[in-house]
């Protein structure tokens, strides 16, 4: 990720691959850092949403992150929160739970893009 930052610096993927590595080692600082570089790629990308929340949670900022949460399509969250298929998001989502915060209910859907059974990410 590091490399392909140099070869694009302007790429959401190498902060998106640095913020799951920093949410795997539990760097919520680190993660902080990457989510604010990817949205300022990206602002209103979902996997960098999810991310800021967990890392305002794990930073103390609790209220702040469930707003950020609430604030996500409850039924993209809930789809990968209930469809284990080995997307990153998944990662996210869990990472959410694990902070205390609550996804709001809603039917699992994926969103606009693609849908199950053709889903296969």
């Not at 080995?86 to 849908?115: F, K, N, S, T």
Request: charged residues 15%.
């Amino acid at each position: 990720a590091d490399t392909a930052l140099g070869a694009e610096p302007g790429s959401l993927l190498p902060r998106l691959l640095l913020a799951y590595v920093a949410l795997i080692e539990g760097d919520w600082n680190g993660l902080r850092a990457q989510v604010e570089r990817g949205r300022a790629v990206d602002a209103a990308n979902v996997e960098l949403l999810a991310l800021h929340a967990v890392a305002l949670a794990r930073t103390g900022e609790v209220a702040a992150a469930q707003r950020q949460v609430d604030g996500i399509a409850a039924g993209h969250l809930r789809y990968h929160l209930v469809h284990r298929v080995g997307h990153p998001m998944e990662l996210a989502v869990a990472a959410l739970v694990a902070a205390g915060l609550r996804i709001p209910e809603a039917a699992p859907d994926l969103g606009p893009l693609v849908h199950p059974p053709h889903h296969g990410h």
